[in-house]
Nanobody, 123 residues
Framework: QMQLVDSGGGLVQAGGSLRLSCAAS????????MYWIRQAPGKEREFVAS????????DYADSVKGRFTISRDNAKNAIYLQMNSLKPEDAAIYYC????????????????WGQGTQVTVSS
């Protein structure tokens, strides 16, 4: 069993930056690939980014490529999402998730989820 706690969301102006964090506890963190997923009001959950067990591989949605960076620190049992050049369409609740599969963009493949953190981008 793994518990994930998301944090770092907030209100930012378009063009600004935020850094999201996800702290893990419970199961062996380095056994899992990690994911960021977001859900905007009235829309389905959407894959954002992922990172391999050892942090050497990553994958991004086309909509965030070049603006967002995912990273992890296995010593701290944490992952991060650095979000730059934010756009109003990036506004959503952001969730981290853990999976023993990588890469996968199917949310049903993610075993554990954080509670989500709200990102609001003003234009």
């Amino acid at each position: 069993q793994m518990q994930l706690v998301d944090s770092g969301g907030g209100l930012v102006q378009a063009g600004g930056s935020l850094r999201l964090s996800c702290a893990a506890s419970g199961d062996t963190f380095s056994d899992y690939a990690m994911y960021w997923i977001r859900q905007a009001p009235g829309k389905e959950r959407e894959f954002v980014a992922s990172i391999t067990w050892n942090g050497r591989g990553s994958d991004y949605a086309d909509s965030v490529k070049g603006r967002f960076t995912i990273s992890r620190d296995n010593a701290k049992n944490a992952i991060y999402l650095q979000m730059n050049s934010l756009k109003p369409e990036d506004a959503a609740i952001y969730y981290c998730a853990a999976s023993k599969s990588w890469p996968t963009r199917r949310t049903e493949d993610y075993q554990y989820w954080g509670q989500g953190t709200q990102v609001t981008v003003s234009s």
